[in-house]
Nanobody, 113 residues
Framework: HLEESGGGLVQAGGSLKLTCPASEGVSSLSTMGWYRQAPGKQRELVATVTGHTTKNYADSVKGRFTISRTTNWRTIFLQMNSLKPEDTAVYYC?????????WGQGTQVTVSS
């Protein structure tokens, strides 16, 4: 079970930090990440982390967003700085390991211009 938190309304240039704890057993070899879906668009990758150090970012967020993970691998964070109106979307947490592919319910991030 994944439950995102930390979304909200922020002005352009502002910051938000999203949090996603996993409530069940988590493998150190798993990949957790953040995806987003804006109205009328497909869901897209924002950032993922495998273990603690292998990180992947969408080009559109590189240098502005940072993904991190707790030492017990159970919780991930997304620090979002220099937010832009085009970052407005529902942000989803994802856990993936072998045949397991779990999603949270999403948290709304709205960036006003």
């Amino acid at each position: 079970h994944l439950e995102e938190s930390g979304g909200g309304l922020v002005q352009a240039g502002g910051s938000l930090k999203l949090t996603c704890p996993a409530s069940e057993g988590v493998s150190s070899l798993s990949t957790m990440g953040w995806y987003r879906q804006a109205p009328g668009k497909q869901r897209e990758l924002v950032a993922t982390v495998t273990g603690h150090t292998t990180k992947n970012y969408a080009d559109s967020v590189k240098g502005r967003f940072t993904i991190s993970r707790t030492t017990n691998w159970r919780t991930i964070f997304l620090q979002m700085n220099s937010l832009k109106p085009e970052d407005t979307a529902v942000y989803y947490c994802n856990y993936r390991r072998l045949s397991v592919d779990a999603w949270g319910q999403g948290t709304q991030v709205t960036v006003s211009s």
